[in-house]
């Protein structure tokens, strides 16, 4: 199958300006947000990150390109070796509550699947990449936690992730703006402690099933 995601042009030109391309990957965020797919042009870019369509062009041949740049990251999948399944949770959420805190990243992912709806095949696949893919990559590192003994039999790995993803989202993405400079400051003991007790907890399930009002 062929991967409709653009993938970057190898460009001749000046040297790259990282300050330049910094600016210009966070306008692509915060003008994707905004506007959507349609209203996301190289003029806009320009405008935004306040460089010439000429450094635009000499970086990226296409917008497709740039957003693809700028997007992407936003979502990536775990990657690396964790001594333990928990220093991996705890990693992958930090990540995802710090990108959380960012408005501008908030409105790019959560329209991100709305436009690749009715948009260019394209922005289906990199929907998929950005909220898919981290969430099958954790899925992938529990199951082996669980296979190797890390973790009992009867854990499950879908309640384990939803409480901690459910639970990140509602700290950081649902939280009210005026409380978002006090959150940042606890992410890392939120997280770990969040990570901590939902591990525990779903120890003491797999353990004692008749805990649980649900089966599994």
């Given at each position: 199958?062929?991967?409709?995601?653009?993938?970057?042009?190898?460009?001749?030109g000046?040297?790259?300006?990282?300050?330049?391309?910094?600016?210009?990957?966070?306008?692509?965020v915060?003008?994707f947000?905004?506007?959507?797919?349609?209203?996301?042009?190289?003029?806009?870019?320009?405008?935004?990150?306040?460089?010439?369509k000429a450094?635009?062009?000499?970086?990226?041949?296409?917008?497709?390109?740039?957003?693809?740049?700028?997007?992407?990251?936003l979502?990536?999948?775990?990657t690396?070796?964790?001594?333990?399944?928990?220093d991996?949770?705890?990693?992958d959420?930090?990540?995802?509550?710090?990108?959380?805190l960012?408005?501008?990243?908030?409105w790019?992912?959560?329209?991100?699947?709305?436009?690749?709806?009715?948009?260019?095949p394209?922005?289906?696949?990199?929907?998929?990449?950005?909220?898919?893919?981290?969430?099958?990559?954790?899925?992938?590192r529990?199951?082996?936690?669980i296979?190797?003994?890390?973790?009992?039999?009867?854990?499950?790995v879908?309640?384990?992730?939803?409480?901690?993803?459910g639970?990140?989202?509602?700290?950081?993405?649902a939280?009210?703006?005026?409380?978002?400079?006090?959150?940042?400051?606890?992410i890392?003991?939120?997280?770990?402690?969040?990570?901590?007790?939902q591990l525990?907890?779903?120890?003491?399930l797999?353990?004692?099933?008749?805990?649980?009002?649900?089966?599994?």
């Amino acid at each position: 199958m062929t991967d409709p995601t653009p993938q970057p042009t190898a460009r001749r030109g000046r040297p790259r300006d990282t300050a330049a391309d910094a600016r210009i990957l966070q306008a692509a965020v915060e003008i994707f947000g905004e506007r959507g797919w349609h209203g996301f042009t190289m003029d806009a870019l320009a405008e935004r990150a306040q460089v010439g369509k000429a450094l635009l062009y000499d970086r990226w041949a296409t917008k497709e390109e740039v957003l693809v740049a700028a997007i992407e990251p936003l979502g990536s999948a775990l990657t690396g070796t964790y001594p333990t399944i928990r220093d991996a949770i705890v990693a992958d959420l930090r990540n995802r509550a710090k990108l959380a805190l960012s408005l501008s990243t908030r409105w790019a992912t959560n329209r991100l699947p709305i436009e690749a709806e009715s948009g260019p095949p394209f922005l289906k696949e990199l929907a998929r990449r950005v909220g898919e893919e981290p969430v099958l990559e954790m899925r992938r590192r529990i199951h082996a936690a669980i296979a190797s003994g890390e973790l009992p039999p009867r854990t499950s790995v879908t309640r384990l992730l939803d409480a901690v993803e459910g639970a990140v989202y509602m700290h950081f993405v649902a939280a009210p703006n005026s409380l978002l400079p006090r959150i940042a400051l606890s992410i890392d003991s939120y997280v770990e402690q969040l990570v901590d007790d939902q591990l525990w907890l779903a120890c003491q399930l797999a353990i004692n099933p008749e805990l649980s009002a649900t089966p599994n």
